[in-house]
């Protein structure tokens, strides 16, 4: 284990020991449950398969909403990034699009979709489309000409040259998009979980809030931070395994 890796650990067990004491000391109990409490809440949550089986199905709708982000990402984004005209075209549109917050469309998400899984992963898709898109389009701007000169005069067809000169020169801008859309995707699932009422750890938050079991509400917060702490990390390992010819600086931007 790195060095900066242990000295985060030992920082968050500290702040833990301390909360604890705290809640103990000022006997605040009834607003902020102590971590035992919430380290309780939470075994029980996995063993009896109750919490356990929310996060499977926001990791459900997770994993769909952002794959088809992923998919559309990238090929609007090198479609676009590799012709000036279809970038000045689309500019306007992307604009107007891109800062209207995904949480705002779910009633019309709602409407169309209904209260089920095609709502959810459609709400997430759209939060994630946008960094990986941007991403996407700027990474493939900056694709090499010459590269792009010498197989045009080779012969290689458009298609071509967007596969083997376009989208290895974007994937470094790609990778950084995915990582972001990754934690935005997770967010605003559970946010759509969490408004709708639905299943999910959101809606499990929800009924744990007007039940008043902050145990088991903070239990699934804190399960909300690990998976999204997880899915960082393995990123960006992935990142460092397959991108190895990029360099350390640029993946760790």
Same mark, same amino acid.
């Given at each position: 284990?790195?060095?900066?890796?242990? %000295?985060?650990?030992?920082?968050?067990?500290?702040?833990?020991?301390?909360?604890?004491?705290?809640?103990?000391?000022?006997?605040?109990?009834? /607003?902020?449950?102590?971590?035992? &409490?919430?380290?309780?809440? @939470?075994?029980?949550?996995?063993?009896?398969?109750?919490?356990?089986?929310?996060?499977?199905?926001?990791?459900?709708?997770?994993?769909?909403?952002?794959?088809? &982000?992923?998919?559309?990402?990238?090929?609007?984004?090198?479609?676009?990034?590799?012709?000036?005209?279809?970038?000045?075209?689309?500019?306007?549109?992307?604009?107007?699009?891109?800062?209207?917050?995904?949480?705002? @469309?779910?009633?019309?998400?709602?409407? %169309?979709?209904?209260?089920?899984?095609?709502?959810?992963?459609? *709400?997430?898709?759209?939060?994630?489309?946008?960094?990986?898109?941007?991403?996407?389009?700027?990474?493939?701007?900056?694709?090499?000409?010459?590269?792009?000169?010498?197989?045009?005069?080779?012969?290689?067809?458009?298609?071509?040259?967007?596969?083997?000169?376009?989208?290895?020169?974007?994937?470094?801008?790609?990778?950084?998009?995915?990582?972001? /859309?990754?934690?935005?995707?997770?967010?605003?699932?559970?946010?759509?979980?969490?408004?709708?009422?639905?299943?999910?750890?959101?809606?499990?938050?929800?009924?744990?809030?007007?039940?008043?079991?902050?145990?088991?509400?903070? &239990?699934?917060?804190? %399960?909300?931070?690990?998976?999204?702490?997880?899915?960082?990390? &393995?990123?960006?390992?992935?990142?460092?395994?397959?991108?190895?010819? *990029?360099?350390?600086?640029?993946?760790?931007?």
């Amino acid at each position: 284990m790195k060095q900066a890796n242990l %000295v985060g650990w030992l920082f968050v067990v500290l702040v833990t020991g301390l909360l604890e004491a705290g809640v103990r000391l000022f006997e605040l109990r009834d /607003s902020v449950p102590a971590p035992s &409490a919430v380290l309780r809440a @939470l075994a029980e949550g996995v063993s009896s398969g109750t919490l356990s089986g929310e996060v499977g199905t926001t990791l459900e709708s997770y994993a769909e909403g952002l794959g088809l &982000a992923i998919a559309a990402g990238i090929v609007l984004g090198l479609v676009i990034g590799s012709s000036r005209t279809l970038l000045e075209a689309s500019s306007i549109v992307i604009e107007f699009l891109r800062p209207i917050p995904a949480v705002a @469309l779910i009633p019309l998400a709602i409407m %169309v979709f209904g209260l089920g899984l095609p709502m959810r992963r459609f *709400v997430i898709a759209y939060a994630a489309l946008w960094p990986i898109l941007i991403n996407t389009l700027y990474g493939a701007r900056g694709a090499d000409r010459v590269l792009h000169d010498v197989a045009r005069t080779s012969g290689v067809t458009r298609l071509g040259r967007l596969v083997s000169v376009t989208f290895p020169a974007a994937l470094p801008s790609i990778a950084t998009g995915i990582r972001v /859309s990754a934690s935005l995707a997770l967010l605003v699932g559970v946010t759509a979980e969490l408004v709708t009422g639905t299943e999910g750890i959101g809606s499990y938050m929800q009924r744990q809030q007007l039940a008043y079991q902050l145990p088991e509400l903070y &239990a699934a917060i804190v %399960v909300t931070g690990f998976l999204g702490y997880a899915i960082n990390v &393995a990123l960006r390992r992935a990142e460092r395994h397959f991108l190895f010819w *990029v360099g350390e600086g640029r993946l760790a931007r």
